[in-house]
């Protein structure tokens, strides 16, 4: 079942990639070979995307409680059960609704960007 934090969701797609080693490169002119330094773990940004549908008043509250996670640091369960840890909510996107007949009504969209802590 999809979650972000403990809210529930119809679907959950995308990944979070895991935090790779960081390094700077540089070279001195007249001197042959290549320096390098460890920076430390990064590169581990994700987005996902998350999809409710219901009555047009679920999904509205659905979508209040996932801009709520903007600023906070979840744990993401996408359509493949995968769970992910330490996913810091950096943006959320405005919500997208549409119709959805014959699926209570309503479906919502909404993107959330971040990194992995």
Request: with cysteine.
């Amino acid at each position: 079942m999809p979650f972000l934090a403990s809210t529930y969701c119809d679907f959950v797609k995308g990944e979070a990639p895991l935090p790779k080693q960081r390094l700077a490169l540089w070279q001195v002119p007249g001197i042959d070979g290549f320096g390098a330094q460890k920076m430390g773990l990064g590169e581990s940004e994700f987005q996902f995307v998350a999809v409710r549908y219901g009555t047009p008043a679920v999904v509205g509250a659905w979508a209040l409680a996932v801009q709520a996670l903007q600023g906070q640091v979840i744990a993401v369960v996408n359509d493949w059960g995968t769970a992910y840890g330490r996913c810091l909510v950096a943006k959320i996107s405005p919500p997208r609704y549409r119709p959805a007949y014959g699926q209570g009504g309503a479906r919502g969209e909404i993107a959330l960007e971040g990194v992995v802590v």
